[in-house]
């Protein structure tokens, strides 16, 4: 059931740690409501290019964990919608026998109940684990492959994938074609030479491009990049208003981490800063404390579109 509507900003038509949580995660305020971003076919240009009237977004690292609720689970990014719309970052990792899944780490020690290097498992053999959350309790949860993540997501939230090493990315673009996700996926590169060879794998696919300074700026544009695809990111520091501005003339959305500032607000008990930062020109935040993020950048004038958990 639909109890509220999408507002027009978002149907557009035309390694650092998490948290562990050393400060108390408020109950969202309706537990069977989600916050979800829905596009028409291929809506995601549109979507990631820059508009002065930017509605702020939020990515979630490694899918918003919270207690109970671990890294790179379909569970945990679905809590995470109980609070806001937004991105979800996730990790995509290959095990031995090819198969795609979610998971940050080379091993599988601190995040699952199992042990032991992740691209020497099976399919099978991941099925018979766990996850665990960042507190280290163990969760009914399982790790899902990329391609239920894909599926999942599609009409609730866009994946921005980030593809650890060793992970064939012509088998990674192939699982978002399979599963219909081209809307709803984001690669993350890392280099320009990457983005490059990605960008010719996978044209219609958005990329973040890392985009520190004017000269990455000139490259950028040089390089055979569509420029309807960049989404620019430009690190973990802020830079001067200027610069974002820079990105803005381009049509470049820009996302910047705030894991250090996470840090210390966490210890401080304040989220005020963020709203600076998105005023300064940043458009997504990519951050551990969605829930802090969430309730600066509520806008009450403006209406969400809201789904009803399946009863």
Not at 19 to 40: M, S
């Amino acid at each position: 059931m639909i109890t509220r509507y999408l507002f027009a900003g978002l149907m557009l038509i035309a390694g650092m740690g998490p948290l562990a949580w050393a400060e108390a995660v408020p109950a969202p305020k309706d537990i069977d409501a989600r916050y979800y971003i829905e596009l028409p076919a291929g809506g995601a240009e549109a979507f990631f290019q820059y508009t002065p009237n930017r509605i702020p977004l939020i990515s979630h690292h490694r899918g918003g964990p919270a207690p109970s609720y671990p890294e790179n689970a379909i569970e945990t990014m679905d809590n995470a919608l109980r609070y806001g719309f937004g991105l979800m970052e996730v990790d995509v990792a290959q095990l031995a026998d090819g198969a795609l899944v979610l998971m940050h780490d080379d091993t599988l020690d601190r995040t699952t109940t199992g042990t032991g290097a992740i691209k020497e498992k099976t399919s099978a053999e991941l099925a018979e684990l766990k996850l665990v959350d960042n507190a280290g309790q163990t969760t009914e949860y399982r790790i899902p492959s990329l391609e239920a993540a894909l599926r999942w997501a599609k009409g609730k939230t866009i994946l921005t994938l980030d593809i650890k090493r060793g992970t064939d990315f012509k088998k990674v673009a192939e699982v978002v074609r399979i599963a219909g996700a081209e809307d709803y996926a984001v690669i993350i590169s890392y280099t320009l030479e990457q983005a490059k060879a990605f960008h010719q794998i996978a044209p219609e696919l958005m990329l973040t491009v890392s985009v520190y300074d004017e000269e990455d700026i000139a490259e950028l544009l040089a390089s055979g990049i569509n420029p309807r695809k960049i989404i620019a990111w430009t690190g973990t520091s802020l830079k001067a208003p200027e610069f974002y501005s820079a990105l803005h003339i381009q049509g470049w959305r820009v996302i910047t981490g705030t894991f250090s500032l996470d840090d210390r607000l966490a210890k401080k008990g304040d989220a005020g800063e963020y709203l600076a930062i998105y005023s300064s020109g940043v458009d997504v935040i990519a951050t551990d404390r969605f829930w802090a993020v969430q309730a600066q950048i509520r806008n009450p004038n403006l209406f969400y579109f809201v789904r009803r958990a399946a009863q």
